[in-house]
């Protein structure tokens, strides 16, 4: 039986309650995500299309059947970080040396986090817990705006 999006909220959040560890998620998922978006977008499929664009399009899959709400806030998030990486292609940056930077520092941000918390990252135990990561920082954004998941 598939877990819901709450049971994977919640199973993601008994490692996530250190004040601290929650502030460094907010910066470090984000830029995770985005990191890896760019990665993808480095690999061309044709003239527009990118491996960013298919694999973005299997995660809101992957989110519409857990939420399809929750799936609608990631298009969102999606879009923008596609749009951010065309901006990054056009001021001529290789694209993929930005994400490695990006995800590099995101990451020891991310371990610093989890080492303040006291608690290992959750995908040590279940990978798709780095999919549920953007989830839950999104979850609490429509938790303010009173949109259910």
């Not at 709450?6 to 601290?20: E, I, K, P």
């Not at 984000?30 to 960013?52: D, M, R």
């Not at 992957?62 to 001021?91: D, N």
Request: glycine content about 6%; overall charge positive; some cysteine.
């Amino acid at each position: 039986m598939m877990k819901t999006i709450q049971q994977w909220l919640d199973d993601y959040g008994a490692s996530h309650r250190n004040h601290t560890n929650k502030l460094i998620h907010w910066i470090c998922v984000p830029a995770i995500f985005f990191s890896i978006v760019g990665f993808l977008y480095a690999i061309p499929l044709g003239s527009t299309l990118t491996v960013a664009h298919i694999a973005l399009l299997l995660l809101l899959i992957y989110y519409a059947r857990l939420s399809p709400s929750l799936a609608a806030g990631m298009l969102i998030i999606g879009i923008v970080c596609l749009w951010l990486w065309r901006l990054v292609a056009l001021a001529h940056v290789v694209i993929w040396q930005a994400a490695l930077a990006i995800f590099v520092l995101a990451w020891i941000g991310q371990f610093i986090g989890h080492k303040i918390e006291g608690a290992k990252p959750s995908f040590f135990k279940d990978l798709q817990f780095l999919l549920i990561g953007p989830a839950w920082l999104m979850s609490f954004i429509y938790k303010k705006a009173g949109i259910k998941l």
